[in-house]
């Protein structure tokens, strides 16, 4: 065969060689098992075929040398193993007819007797389970609880001899054993019947108690449907699921009960033929009949027996997740991995996933909640429970995904919690699943899935992208929950080196950095302190002060591929980091020769990054922070024309300012009406520090109404934790709530407090013209819209500034929404109008910040197929 196989075709073709494989060692085991009885094997087959009272030395003599034991024991194997090779299956010694055809004939009475069973056992389990289910606690509940719990542990020949007794022996309605007419299968059918039953009735009774207590049959409830009518509609399907999933297992014990049950009705079928062989030391029919029936049919459950039990559900063939991770690695054939996803995504489409209940998501609203309309935003973002995702390609991720990682690390979308579903803006994109690996390899084996599969993954490091799209993903999606992963791997204090995963928050890391003596620390930043570290330097954030080019200090990504490739993107590329000198985690110098890789994983959605180097700043000896306060009519233009000039003599770091309009200074709770300036300096000793406040003064104080300094060391002259060292204080948060008229409280939760809130974050020119322009034109946005705006820079270099545009306004307030939105838009489109394009886009950004130019579009598109051919991760968010 080609090396181009469909993968599934290779796992089956795999499969098969472990079977054969079992079957010759088991094949071995049974045939050295046989021989090691006690007892002459030529004697005992001899006295099966002529009755021990004839039995003379000769025809034992005789059918010695006829059955070939007079041959040295290994002669007799080689000889054996060669003709099962071959597929023949030889003749019973015993009987003389050929081991298939005894089979076969009596496969057909065990394979009647086994369906019976199964049937039987059924038409009992399903109605009593779901009429116990139906009243757990009941009356019927109880005793059939206690029925099932005595009959399952009561061995089946026990039930059997109790059947015989009362009803062939005493009654006299049925015959006690043997086989001639249908009535000889009763007793052994209802056997097997009664201890199948004493577990399928207890898995049929909890299916429906937990179905009956989900929250999606309660919400039907809620909808108005009545309890039955919401069970039988929402509830059966779900309840059919173990149950469908037990009876494939219950296969296995179908074949078990078969040796006791065949032997104790004298039912000839492969269990009693086994037996008889063994007694009998017919070599032949005993070994084929226990490996060529009895074994593989039992190995085949429950494995493989779960395969028709997931087509029953529309689900793939079930593949174990290294399986899949074995077939998804690294690329062996031309086609590559995207072959291997069974619903491939349309290329070009703005959703590249076949949603299909999308369009059924809009009419279940309209059924739940009438027309969209105003006021109905917050329903509309909520979570609907008959959004279930039953997507095949999402489903088959589930299950693998399931394979993949402990139990509690997967919430369905039914189980993910509001913290998932909710956002600070109208936002459609929905968790279709939680997955929170627990280490980097379980996470990658999720990224793995989801590019096999087709299905869509978004990563979260800690879901604190409030006013960029929250917790949500930019198009259906599930969520890895990459919080788990929050181990420091490495730090280096002599360098100022730290590996980190993408759970390592801000404060955690400064709390680690404090510890070991804070002679390193992480540029604080005006975001969360419990947001991810790792994630504010993907999204390419800004921290205060040298060194606060988050981006430019992260090197060395562990990414995780769609593909099931896990790419180092630094010095690995060469053999290791070792050959910059550093240890194998820490390399020291961040860009290898030929292409700079993690631009690929900044803001793309291309791969997920389970952990990166970052570079950290040394902690200056002296540090203060400097207000100028430019007053409610700055003079701008002459303002930063100094501030540039300041960057760039190396008096301030370009990092080191920051630009605040009045709105902000408020919403921020910093205190001041007017425009505010504010510098972060610092120095290897007062002098130094002196020099440079002078310096800044020099340039800065005429325009400003008032300077305000602040230093990092209290009155006895000790430092203090400020930001200028690395404490980011969360201050800043309070403007989330700049809309809602009041203050978070200690655990201020913005996406389920109600708290409207979007982030533009345009590129504007360090030029008092420029800004002028850019706030002239918030104005206008949102002059009649329902909404705070708040206006905030960070100088990047002499040239440039990142803008920060912050609209906050009520979600609970009617219309606020759509106004608020409105206003966005318009702001987004006036912005690049003016030449500001954004530098960071939120997922209300996409829309209304699209890549215009044909040629970026379509080169993005090429690298997404290239480093994500499914277009399985974050789906939307790059175009
Ligand atoms: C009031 C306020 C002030 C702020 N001030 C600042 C500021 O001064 N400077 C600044 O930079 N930001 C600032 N922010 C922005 C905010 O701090 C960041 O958006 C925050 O760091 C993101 O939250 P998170 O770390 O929990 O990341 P998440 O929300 O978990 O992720 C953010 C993004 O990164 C992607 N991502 C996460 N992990 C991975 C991964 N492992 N691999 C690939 N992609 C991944 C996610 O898909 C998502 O798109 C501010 C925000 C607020 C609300």
């Given at each position: 065969?080609?090396?181009?196989?469909?993968?599934?075709?290779?796992?089956?073709?795999?499969?098969?060689?472990?079977?054969?494989?079992?079957?010759?060692?088991?094949?071995?085991?049974?045939?050295?098992?046989?021989?090691?009885?006690?007892?002459?094997?030529?004697?005992?087959?001899?006295?099966?075929?002529?009755?021990?009272?004839?039995?003379?030395?000769?025809?034992?003599?005789?059918?010695?040398?006829?059955?070939?034991?007079?041959?040295?024991?290994?002669?007799?194997?080689?000889?054996?193993?060669?003709?099962?090779?071959?597929?023949?299956?030889?003749?019973?010694?015993?009987?003389?007819?050929?081991?298939?055809?005894?089979?076969?004939?009596?496969?057909?009475?065990?394979?009647?007797?086994?369906?019976?069973?199964?049937?039987?056992?059924?038409?009992?389990?399903?109605?009593?389970?779901?009429?116990?289910?139906?009243?757990?606690?009941?009356?019927?509940?109880?005793?059939?609880?206690?029925?099932?719990?005595?009959?399952?542990?009561?061995?089946?020949?026990?039930?059997?001899?109790?059947?015989?007794?009362?009803?062939?022996?005493?009654?006299?309605?049925?015959?006690?054993?043997?086989?001639?007419?249908?009535?000889?299968?009763?007793?052994?059918?209802?056997?097997?019947?009664?201890?199948?039953?004493?577990?399928?009735?207890?898995?049929?009774?909890?299916?429906?108690?937990?179905?009956?207590?989900?929250?999606?049959?309660?919400?039907?409830?809620?909808?108005?449907?009545?309890?039955?009518?919401?069970?039988?509609?929402?509830?059966?399907?779900?309840?059919?699921?173990?149950?469908?999933?037990?009876?494939?297992?219950?296969?296995?014990?179908?074949?078990?009960?078969?040796?006791?049950?065949?032997?104790?009705?004298?039912?000839?079928?492969?269990?009693?033929?086994?037996?008889?062989?063994?007694?009998?030391?017919?070599?032949?029919?005993?070994?084929?009949?226990?490996?060529?029936?009895?074994?593989?049919?039992?190995?085949?459950?429950?494995?493989?027996?779960?395969?028709?039990?997931?087509?029953?559900?529309?689900?793939?063939?079930?593949?174990?997740?290294?399986?899949?991770?074995?077939?998804?690695?690294?690329?062996?054939?031309?086609?590559?991995?995207?072959?291997?996803?069974?619903?491939?995504?349309?290329r070009g489409s703005v959703r590249p996933?076949?949603?299909?209940?999308?369009?059924?998501?809009?009419?279940?609203?309209?059924?739940?909640?009438?027309?969209?309309?105003?006021?109905?935003s917050?329903?509309?973002h909520?979570?609907?429970?008959?959004?279930?995702?039953?997507?095949?390609?999402?489903?088959?991720?589930?299950?693998?995904?399931?394979?993949?990682?402990?139990?509690?690390?997967?919430?369905?979308?039914?189980?993910?919690?509001?913290?998932?579903?909710?956002g600070t803006f109208p936002w459609d994109g929905?968790?279709?699943?939680?997955?929170?690996?627990?280490?980097?390899?379980?996470?990658?084996?999720?990224?793995?899935?989801?590019?096999?599969?087709?299905?869509?993954?978004h990563?979260?490091?800690?879901?604190r992208s409030w006013g960029l799209g929250s917790?949500l993903p930019p198009q259906?999606a599930?969520?890895?929950?990459?919080?788990?992963?929050?181990?420091?791997?490495?730090?280096?204090?002599?360098?100022?080196?730290?590996?980190?995963?993408?759970?390592?928050?801000?404060?955690?890391?400064?709390?680690?950095?404090?510890?070991?003596?804070?002679?390193?620390?992480?540029?604080?930043f005006g975001g969360?302190?419990?947001?991810?570290?790792?994630a504010n330097a993907l999204e390419r954030g800004d921290g205060?002060?040298?060194?606060g080019d988050r981006f430019a200090?992260?090197?060395?990504?562990?990414?995780?591929?769609?593909?099931?490739?896990?790419?180092?993107?630094?010095?690995?590329?060469?053999?290791?980091?070792?050959?910059?000198?550093?240890?194998?985690?820490?390399?020291?110098?961040?860009?290898?020769?030929?292409?700079?890789?993690e631009g690929l994983f900044s803001q793309s959605g291309f791969?997920?990054?389970?952990?990166?180097?970052?570079?950290?700043?040394?902690?200056?000896?002296?540090?203060?922070?400097?207000?100028?306060?430019?007053?409610?009519?700055p003079?701008l233009g002459?303002a930063l024309a100094?501030l540039a000039?300041?960057i760039?003599?190396?008096?301030?770091?370009p990092m080191?300012a920051a630009l605040w309009d009045g709105a902000k200074?408020?919403a921020s709770?910093?205190?001041?009406?007017?425009w505010?300036l504010?510098?972060?300096?610092?120095?290897?000793?007062?002098?130094?520090?002196?020099?440079?406040?002078?310096?800044?003064?020099?340039?800065?104080?005429?325009?400003?109404?008032?300077?305000?300094?602040?230093?990092?060391?209290?009155?006895?002259?000790?430092?203090?934790?400020?930001?200028?060292?690395?404490?980011?204080?969360?201050?800043n948060?309070?403007s989330l709530?700049a809309g809602?008229?009041?203050?978070?409280?200690?655990?201020?939760?913005p996406?389920?407090?109600?708290c409207g809130f979007v982030w533009l974050c345009p590129v504007a020119p360090l030029e008092g013209a420029a800004v002028e322009a850019l706030a002239a034109a918030v104005d206008a946005a949102t002059a009649a819209a329902p909404v705070v705006a708040a206006l905030g820079f960070q100088a990047q270099s002499a040239r440039a500034l990142h803008g920060y545009v912050s609209l906050a306004w009520?979600r609970?307030?009617?219309g606020a929404d759509a106004a608020a939105m409105a206003a966005h838009d318009r702001l987004a489109e006036r912005l690049i109008a003016l030449g500001m394009p954004p530098f960071r886009r939120g997922w209300a950004g996409l829309a209304a910040q699209p890549i215009a130019d044909p040629t970026a579009r379509a080169v993005l598109a090429r690298l997404r197929a290239?480093l994500d051919?499914?277009g399985?991760l974050s789906p939307g968010r790059t175009l």
């Open positions: 065969m080609g090396a181009v196989t469909h993968p599934f075709l290779r796992i089956v073709r795999a499969r098969l060689g472990q079977a054969v494989m079992a079957a010759a060692v088991l094949a071995t085991l049974c045939f050295g098992l046989i021989h090691a009885l006690p007892g002459d094997a030529a004697l005992r087959i001899a006295a099966a075929r002529v009755g021990e009272g004839r039995l003379t030395p000769e025809t034992v003599a005789r059918i010695r040398a006829e059955a070939g034991l007079d041959r040295p024991l290994i002669v007799q194997y080689g000889a054996w193993m060669g003709r099962l090779a071959r597929g023949d299956l030889g003749r019973s010694p015993v009987t003389r007819r050929p081991v298939a055809a005894e089979l076969g004939s009596h496969a057909r009475h065990t394979l009647a007797l086994g369906l019976a069973g199964w049937l039987l056992s059924y038409a009992v389990a399903l109605p009593l389970g779901l009429a116990a289910g139906l009243r757990p606690g009941g009356r019927l509940d109880r005793v059939t609880q206690a029925a099932s719990v005595a009959l399952a542990s009561t061995p089946s020949f026990l039930i059997g001899i109790v059947l015989i007794s009362i009803l062939a022996l005493s009654l006299r309605w049925l015959p006690p054993a043997g086989f001639r007419t249908s009535a000889h299968m009763v007793l052994p059918a209802a056997t097997l019947a009664l201890g199948l039953a004493a577990n399928s009735v207890r898995v049929v009774r909890h299916a429906v108690v937990d179905v009956r207590g989900a929250f999606f049959v309660t919400y039907a409830q809620l909808r108005g449907l009545p309890e039955g009518a919401a069970f039988r509609r929402h509830g059966l399907r779900h309840a059919a699921v173990p149950v469908v999933t037990f009876m494939a297992l219950q296969t296995g014990f179908v074949i078990d009960g078969f040796v006791v049950i065949e032997t104790l009705f004298a039912y000839p079928g492969i269990g009693d033929l086994l037996v008889r062989s063994l007694l009998a030391r017919d070599v032949p029919m005993a070994i084929r009949n226990d490996r060529l029936a009895v074994t593989p049919l039992k190995n085949a459950t429950p494995e493989t027996a779960r395969d028709p039990a997931r087509r029953l559900y529309g689900l793939p063939p079930r593949v174990r997740i290294t399986d899949l991770i074995e077939e998804v690695g690294p690329r062996r054939d031309s086609r590559g991995p995207a072959a291997l996803s069974p619903a491939p995504p349309r996933m076949a949603w299909s209940h999308m369009a059924s998501r809009r009419h279940l609203l309209e059924h739940a909640c009438g027309p969209p309309r105003e006021g109905c917050e329903f509309a909520d979570f609907r429970p008959d959004m279930t995702p039953d997507d095949p390609a999402v489903a088959a991720a589930l299950a693998a995904w399931r394979d993949a990682l402990a139990p509690e690390s997967v919430l369905s979308a039914l189980e993910a919690s509001h913290a998932y579903r909710r929905r968790p279709l699943a939680v997955l929170r690996p627990r280490s980097a390899d379980e996470a990658a084996a999720c990224v793995a899935v989801a590019g096999a599969f087709g299905a869509p993954l990563p979260v490091a800690r879901g917790r259906d599930a969520i890895l929950d990459l919080a788990g992963l929050d181990r420091v791997i490495a730090l280096d204090m002599a360098r100022g080196l730290a590996r980190i995963e993408p759970g390592v928050t801000f404060a955690a890391l400064q709390d680690r950095l404090k510890r070991e003596g804070l002679a390193w620390h992480l540029p604080s969360p302190p419990d947001a991810s570290v790792l205060a002060g040298p060194g200090a992260l090197w060395d990504l562990d990414v995780a591929l769609s593909t099931g490739e896990r790419l180092r993107t630094g010095s690995a590329r060469f053999g290791g980091a070792q050959a910059s000198g550093a240890t194998a985690d820490l390399a020291i110098h961040p860009r290898p020769a030929g292409p700079t890789l791969g997920v990054v389970l952990a990166a180097t970052i570079a950290l700043q040394p902690t200056p000896a002296f540090a203060e922070a400097m207000l100028f306060d430019l007053g409610p009519a003079r002459p100094a000039g300041l760039r003599d190396g008096v301030v770091d080191g200074r408020r709770g910093a205190g001041g009406d007017g505010g504010s510098l972060a300096l610092s120095g290897p000793d007062r002098g130094f520090l002196a020099a440079r406040r002078r310096r800044a003064l020099r340039a800065l104080r005429p325009w400003a109404v008032e300077v305000l300094v602040e230093g990092d060391r209290d009155a006895t002259g000790r430092r203090r934790e400020t930001p200028l060292t690395g404490f980011s204080d969360g201050a948060l309070a709530y809602r008229g009041r203050r978070p409280g200690d655990a201020g939760d996406d389920a407090d109600g009520d609970a307030q009617p290239a051919p499914a399985a």
